[in-house]
């Protein structure tokens, strides 16, 4: 068997350290905020080669307070990927603000630069890009757009820890940068966790205070924020965690490459990497238009496989009210209607790809 990701085969490689930072904290006696976190966030920050970590409670807070930061609310549009996960959309939603939303490339599935300026309209504050799947979004061309029309860029780096985007790490490319640390992801905690990165002191500063009770100094609130913190354990996990994240995304890296390789006749479409970008592979996204065949038929082999993602955010019911038809984003639909995504992950099997080749061809 083996399955899409497991989950439990991450902690057992790391088991005595991650044990040894938990109890650290249990005998501290320190459980929000305090040391702990305060050393995660500075080296979260160094290694994204940012000035600024902040942590949150998660990645969808994390995008919440950086909209927030930057006092986007209610009638202002901020520019989504129409292929996302539903978060990215969620955030801007969750403040009050449109989610307007750009067909992706398919060739990278990332949000495609070229068909961003017409979607930019008076309300427009800020373009949210995702590197979506592990793979950085053309970030040059975006952040060119939001100088020259004023806008801000945030960045859903949910997917993406220690991506780099033509030679640089993601992380302080656009105005702030949002993380989550789901256990699923790159960088992943035994729980919830997320964070913000950023050069920018003052946005910094503002989500602290927004994700601190609006509270700098002990019942003193300044602004009505909310509360939104990564816990000490959290942050004593990631520290273990962040010393391997590098090697784990190098066998992420050589995992893609065995699926390149042996997939390449197998009919499927497999996903490109840009000449500009290093992918850190949260996800291996294949298409086909005989999907539920073909994963039935790994199925049958005991090879998990997910969809990533089956129905696009425009279709949701939570956006019912924006009133979108199915062909408003046709690429977007064509790929939740194609797109599947093999087993990935640090601890995937490196016989995995022959496994995957042998069942295709049987099948
Ligand atoms: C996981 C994810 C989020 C949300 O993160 P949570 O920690 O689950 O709140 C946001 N955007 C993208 C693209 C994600 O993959």
Redesign the pocket.
């Known amino acids: 068997m083996i399955p899409f990701l497991n989950l439990r085969d991450a902690y057992l490689e790391l088991k005595n350290p991650i044990d040894a930072a938990v109890l650290r904290v249990l005998d501290g006696g320190w459980y929000i905020g305090g040391a702990e976190l305060s050393a995660f966030e500075a080296e979260w920050a160094a290694y994204c080669g940012a000035a600024h970590a902040v942590g949150a409670a998660?990645?969808?807070?994390?995008?919440i307070l950086a909209l927030r930061a930057l006092d986007i609310g209610a009638g202002d549009e901020v520019i989504v990927p129409s292929h996302?996960?539903v978060?990215?959309w969620l955030?801007v939603s969750a403040v009050g603000a449109r989610p307007v939303a750009v067909e992706p490339d398919p060739a990278s599935f990332n949000i495609d630069p070229s068909r961003i300026e017409a979607a930019i309209t008076p309300r427009t504050r800020a373009i949210m890009p995702?590197h979506?799947y592990g793979q950085p979004a053309d970030l040059e061309p975006i952040l060119d757009i939001a100088k020259r029309r004023g806008l801000s860029v945030i960045e859903?780096a949910?997917?993406a820890h220690g991506a780099c985007y033509k030679g640089r790490r993601i992380g302080a490319h656009g105005d702030i940068a949002?993380w989550?640390?789901?256990p699923g992801?790159n960088l992943g905690a035994m729980g919830?966790?997320?964070a913000i990165t950023t050069n920018r002191s003052d946005l910094a500063e503002k989500v602290r205070l927004l994700g601190n009770y609006g509270s700098r100094e002990k019942y003193v609130h300044e602004v009505a924020g909310t509360n939104s913190r990564l816990d000490p354990i959290q942050a004593a996990v990631l520290r273990v965690k962040l010393l391997h994240l590098d090697a784990w995304a190098d066998r992420r890296r050589a995992l893609a490459a065995s699926y390149a390789a042996a997939l390449q006749d197998s009919g499927l479409i497999l996903p490109q990497v840009a000449s500009e970008s290093e992918h850190v592979w949260?996800l291996y996204v294949v298409r086909s238009s005989e999907r539920e065949r073909l994963m039935r038929v790994l199925a049958a082999k005991g090879i998990g496989t997910q969809i990533h993602y089956p129905i696009p955010p425009h279709m949701q019911g939570a956006y019912a009210g924006l009133g979108h038809l199915p062909g408003d984003f046709p690429i977007s639909q064509q790929l939740a209607g194609e797109v599947f995504s093999l087993p990935m992950g640090p601890q995937t099997p490196s016989d995995t790809a022959e496994k995957l080749r042998a069942a295709l061809e049987q099948g």
Not at 58 to 63: E, F, K, Q, R, S
């Open positions: 998660n990645g969808l807070d994390a995008l996302t996960f978060a990215t955030a995702v979506l859903d949910a997917q949002c989550s640390f789901y992801k919830d966790g997320g949260h």
